[in-house]
């Protein structure tokens, strides 16, 4: 009698049950993503504005120290542009493609340093903190001072070009020493160190196939095949300029994203 009660079928408790399992679904539980918490997801159009505001910053900040070079006799283009301020003596020796390779230069600086200080945080979003609170007057003095010590470069190989110091150049010495302090007080970190030695090297690199295979210009006093000994240098230099530079604009957009 009791297992006969205890197995006999209820339609009515049966169709309760069903009932309230349809009007109360089963809930999931849906796991927070920290990595999205800390960045938010890149979008086209956030990436499309730091590529163009370094492209910008290149196509017009790299013509403009370019021709210092330029103005003091250190090279000259092949088929120069001359551009002229009416009313005054100023004017700047370039070429048409010119600001483009310098767009192009500011873009892999700039973005370069802020992908190897992703990669060497083992794939982790970078402080932006640290890079927010780099100020844009921070920024804007390593600018600078890259400006100067490439006026400096072209001034100064006419007068030093003949000295030297404990048997090396004293213009190279004089501009690694710059370099080396831009670094220092800019940057300090091996990611740094490593694009501005990548810069250093594949700079000067470019610039024997665009001399020596294209003839787009060339330099006054070469001493190491069609380039001098001290260029190097000066792309060391605006390494750390230019990678704090697309720092800050990362930064600057992260946090327009955020708000």
């Given amino acids: 009698m009791l297992r006969q009660h205890a197995c006999s079928f209820n339609p009515r408790l049966t169709q309760g049950l069903l009932g309230q399992a349809k009007a109360d679904p089963p809930k999931t539980t849906r796991r927070k993503c920290c990595f999205a918490k800390q960045e938010p997801a890149p979008t086209q159009a956030r990436l499309t504005k730091q590529l163009i505001a370094l492209a910008a910053s290149g196509a017009v900040l790299?013509?403009?120290c370019d021709g210092q070079h330029s103005r003091y006799g250190v090279l000259h283009y092949t088929s120069p542009s001359i551009i002229a301020v009416p009313g005054t003596d100023w004017h700047l020796e370039t070429c048409w493609w010119v600001p483009g390779l310098f767009a192009v230069a500011a873009v892999i600086i700039g973005t370069g340093h802020t992908v190897l200080?992703?990669?060497?945080?083992?794939?982790?979003?970078?402080?932006?903190?640290?890079?927010?609170?780099?100020?844009?007057?921070?920024?804007?003095?390593?600018?600078?001072?890259?400006?100067?010590?490439?006026?400096?470069?072209?001034?100064?190989?006419?007068?030093?070009?003949?000295?030297?110091?404990a048997g090396?150049?004293?213009?190279?010495?004089?501009?690694?020493?710059?370099?080396?302090?831009?670094?220092?007080?800019?940057?300090?970190?091996?990611?740094?160190?490593?694009m501005a030695t990548?810069?250093?090297?594949?700079?000067?690199?470019?610039?024997?196939?665009?001399?020596?295979?294209?003839?787009?210009?060339?330099?006054?006093?070469?001493?190491i095949g069609v380039i001098?000994?001290?260029?190097?240098?000066?792309?060391?230099?605006?390494?750390?300029?230019v990678g704090n530079l697309g720092r800050k604009i990362r930064a600057t957009l992260h946090a327009e994203s955020a708000d």
């Fill in 198 to 223: 990548a810069t250093a090297t594949a700079g000067p690199a470019l610039e024997v196939l665009l001399i020596a295979k294209l003839d787009l210009y060339h330099y006054s006093h070469p001493a």
């Fill in 168 to 194: 090396l150049p004293l213009l190279d010495l004089l501009l690694a020493g710059t370099a080396l302090l831009q670094w220092y007080l800019l940057d300090r970190t091996f990611q740094g160190m490593l």
């Fill in 117 to 165: 200080d992703i990669v060497l945080k083992d794939g982790q979003p970078p402080d932006e903190s640290a890079s927010d609170s780099m100020s844009w007057t921070f920024v804007t003095v390593g600018i600078a001072m890259f400006v100067v010590q490439y006026a400096a470069s072209g001034a100064l190989e006419a007068p030093l070009m003949q000295q030297h110091l």
């Fill in 62 to 64: 790299g013509p403009l």
């Fill in 228 to 241: 001098p000994t001290w260029i190097p240098w000066v792309y060391f230099c605006g390494s750390p300029a």
